[in-house]
Nanobody, 115 residues
């Protein structure tokens, strides 16, 4: 079993920045593929950014050039640096860990972009 705890969400003005963190309960980053997803009200959950255990990175087109995913294996933590935030980035952001058929989700952190 793996517990994931997200933090760093909040209210920010358009054009602002936030950094989300996802801390895993044990050292998994060398084996698990990690991802950030988001779900806005009335919409389906969507992939924002992902990093595999082999360090392959993928971004949704809507966040390319603005968001950066990274990880610190020593801290078992994955980050999502979000710059140039837009109102349409408003959502609950979830962290996901996946290995073979095992999938774990965090509880989510709210990001609201509004003036």
């Amino acid at each position: 079993q793996v517990q994931l705890v997200e933090s760093g969400g909040g209210l920010v003005q358009p054009g602002g920045s936030l950094r989300l963190s996802c801390a895993a309960s044990r050292s998994i980053l060398s084996i698990y593929d990690m991802g950030w997803y988001r779900q806005a009200p009335g919409k389906e959950r969507e992939l924002v950014a992902a990093i595999t255990s082999g360090s392959i990175i993928n971004y949704a087109d809507s966040v390319k050039g603005r968001f950066t995913i990274s990880r610190d294996s020593a801290k078992s933590t994955v980050y999502l640096q979000m710059n140039s935030l837009k109102p349409e980035d408003t959502a609950i952001y979830y962290c996901k860990a996946e290995y073979l058929r095992a999938t774990f989700w965090g509880q989510g952190t709210q990001v609201t972009v509004s003036s």
